[in-house]
């Protein structure tokens, strides 16, 4: 079966430093996610992107945080200035459309500790 | 008062056993509705979705009801590979909302 990839798995970064993680959605899908989860806690939304542009964000993504698509397989979460709070496990998902029954398919996801 | 709420749990069950998991939803614009299962430090992966008719997919049932804004999960003749922490999704808008997720450990 396809599968979304996210690189790197661990990421270590000091405070107030940018991190970028990254991820390549299944090939054929034009709906792209991301969500984090804090140990223990839930999977948090954070934002959509179709069409090269954002369709939601959640309360939690603030300017701190950016997405972009800068070729035609790579979607990227940026912080652009890491807090200790962000440190948590980043999910990327993609589905093939809109369909409010499409299923999300999640990479294995990227684990930021922020020290 | 948290968009989809469910009993952290844990369900302690011995295998063979029925146990049947709970969760509300805030949202009554939430569109469609699914479960979700997570291993520890994993990703999520869908396990069903959940239709207003109920739906069923081997030992996995699934119900809404949409008046009470309310969604099961009943698993029978459980085995100790569904041991695993169980998320409750609505989707609206084009975002899903997770709820926090109940954990169940299934015991020889």
């Known amino acids: 079966e396809p599968e979304v990839t996210q690189t790197p798995s661990h990421q270590v970064t000091q405070m107030g430093q940018e991190v970028i993680l990254r991820c390549v959605p299944i090939s054929n899908h034009l709906y792209f996610y991301w969500y984090r989860q804090i140990l223990g806690q839930k999977v948090e939304f954070l934002v959509s992107f179709y069409n090269n542009e954002i369709s939601e964000k959640s309360e939690i993504f603030d300017d701190q945080f950016s997405v972009e698509r800068p070729d035609g397989s790579n979607f990227t979460l940026k912080i652009r200035s890491t807090k200790l709070e962000d440190s948590a496990m980043y999910f990327c998902a993609s589905s093939p459309n809109r369909d409010r029954n499409e299923k999300l398919f999640f990479g294995s996801g990227t684990q930021l500790s922020v020290l | 008062r948290k968009e989809v709420e469910q009993d952290p749990g844990p369900f302690n069950v011995p295998e063979g056993a029925t146990v049947a998991f709970n969760c509300t939803y805030s949202n009554s614009a939430s569109q469609s509705f699914f479960w979700y299962r997570q291993d520890c430090r994993k990703e999520p992966k869908l396990l069903m979705s959940?239709?207003?008719s109920g739906n069923e997919d081997g030992r996995f049932t699934a119900q809404l009801n949409r008046a009470s804004q309310y969604i099961s999960l009943l698993i029978r003749d459980s085995k100790l590979s569904d041991s695993a922490t169980y998320l409750c999704?609505?989707?609206?808008?084009?975002?899903?909302?997770f709820g926090a997720g109940t954990r169940l450990t299934v015991k020889p």
């Open positions: 959940v239709y207003s």
């Open positions: 999704v609505a989707y609206n808008n084009n975002d899903m909302r």
